[in-house]
Structures are given as structure tokens and as C-alpha cells.
T-cell receptor, first 112, second 117 residues
Framework: AQKVTQAQTEISVVEKEDVTLDCVYE???????LFWYKQPPSGELVFLIRRNSFDEQNEISGRYSWNFQKSTSSFNFTITASQVVDSAVYFC?????????WGAGTKLIIKP | KAGVTQTPRYLIKTRGQQVTLSCSPISGHRSVSWYQQTPGQGLQFLFEYFSETQRNKGNFPGRFSGRQFSNSRSEMNVSTLELGDSALYLC????????????????FGPGTRLTVT
């Protein structure tokens, strides 16, 4: 069975703190893709990153970084020096066997 | 390039009615997928269309249907609306369909918020 688990329902931090959003996935496929999307209050899902199962290299994009570990089936997302504009719901998703499976999302609240 | 557009943005319907939602993909994108988002069930895949053909379908009853036109625009229809159909319906477009070896990067529209009373 394919599954994505985002155990953190809601996280609240003060601006400038670092925060990590966890994502654990399950799949039996050897080829798959992992995604992170951001959904601000406006509702539109914004693509953040895509990772394929053969590329475990971590990635950094500005204040955002992603840690992909196949050994633990995790694809965690860290925001460094968080800002109020980072407040949103963040979704992790797994593309495998022609389906895109979504996690339940983590609501991130950044307080000024 | 214009993004994915969805119309209408908000809709209120009564139980038993039917509704049609529209999605215009990014120019050049030929794959369109639909998702339902509710607080209880989260994001769930409805169906995917490519070149006017349905490629994949999620686990939804037959009341949910869709189609794609030759210009890649897509519509989804829900008949005999139920209260539980109240949700945000999201459309996403992609240059290629799922299963073609691509990474299936999708671009989402703002959604249509459907309220069934």
C-alpha cells in the first residue's frame, strides 16, 4: 500500500526560528517521486520541490532545505529563519504507480 | 504564461442538483487532473485526462464525471449533489500525462469552492 504520513498536524513557531516538517512515505515501487507543496490561505497549491527515488542528494533553496533518506523513507522539509509569509499548510506527496498520494498536511503558523 | 484558471471560484448548490466546474490548463499543457479537498479526507485524486481521454480515476462514485476538450480545457460534473460533496475542487495541469516516465510536476489552479446546502 502507498501512503504518506505527516504526523505534525500543526506547528507554531516565532518568526526567525528554524522549523522542520516531517514526511514519511510507504511504497513498494523502486521508482517514485516525492513532492512538497505549499497551500497559503488563498487556496492555490504551490509547487516547492520534486525528488526522484534515485536522487538522495539533499537540496537547499534559499531558506528552504530538504532531507531525503530512503533508509528511513523520509523526506523532511526545513525552513531556516522562518518568516510570517511562510505561514501556510504544507503537503508532502508521493507519485507512484500512476497515482499522486497526498499527506494530510501540516499547518505552519509563524508568529511575529 | 497564464496559470491554471478555474471557474467559478465559488458555488452554492442544493442537495440533489448537479454542478459543472471548468478548468483551463496552462497553454501547452495537455494533461489535466482533478482533486477534491475536504477537511476530513484531505486531498483526494478524482481523475486525470490527457488528449480527451480519461487515463486514471480515483475512488469516487459514478456521480463524479469529467471530460476534456480538444483544446485541453476540462470540465468535471457532479450529479445528484450530497452534503458531503462540499469541498474545494482543485484542477492541475501538466505538460505530460502520468506514466510516461516524467516526474508528473503539476501546476494547480486556485480551486472552486463548492458548498452544498
Amino acid at each position: 500500500a502507498q501512503k504518506v504520513t505527516q504526523a505534525q498536524t500543526e506547528i507554531s513557531v516565532v518568526e526567525k526560528e528554524d522549523v522542520t516538517l516531517d514526511c514519511v512515505y510507504e511504497t513498494r515501487d523502486t521508482t517514485y517521486y516525492l513532492f512538497w507543496y505549499k497551500q497559503p490561505p488563498s487556496g492555490e497549491l504551490v509547487f516547492l520541490i520534486r525528488r526522484n527515488s534515485f536522487d538522495e542528494q539533499n537540496e537547499i533553496s534559499g531558506r528552504y532545505s530538504w532531507n531525503f533518506q530512503k533508509s528511513t523513507s523520509s523526506f523532511n522539509f526545513t525552513i531556516t529563519a522562518s518568516q510570517v509569509v511562510d505561514s501556510a499548510v504544507y503537503f508532502c506527496a508521493l507519485y507512484s504507480n500512476y497515482q499522486l498520494i497526498w499527506g494530510a498536511g501540516t499547518k505552519l503558523i509563524i508568529k511575529p | 504564461k497564464a496559470g491554471v484558471t478555474q471557474t467559478p471560484r465559488y458555488l452554492i448548490k442544493t442537495r440533489g442538483q448537479q454542478v459543472t466546474l471548468s478548468c483551463s490548463p496552462i497553454s501547452g499543457h495537455r494533461s489535466v487532473s482533478w482533486y477534491q479537498q475536504t477537511p476530513g479526507q484531505g486531498l483526494q485524486f478524482l481523475f486525470e485526462y490527457f488528449s480527451e481521454t480519461q487515463r486514471n480515476k480515483g475512488n469516487f462514485p459514478g456521480r463524479f464525471s469529467g471530460r476534456q476538450f480538444s483544446n485541453s480545457r476540462s470540465e468535471m460534473n457532479v450529479s445528484t449533489l450530497e452534503l458531503g460533496d462540499s469541498a474545494l475542487y482543485l484542477c492541475a495541469s501538466s505538460p505530460l500525462p502520468s506514466g510516461t516516465g516524467n516526474s508528473y510536476e503539476q501546476y494547480f489552479g486556485p480551486g472552486t469552492r463548492l458548498t452544498v446546502t
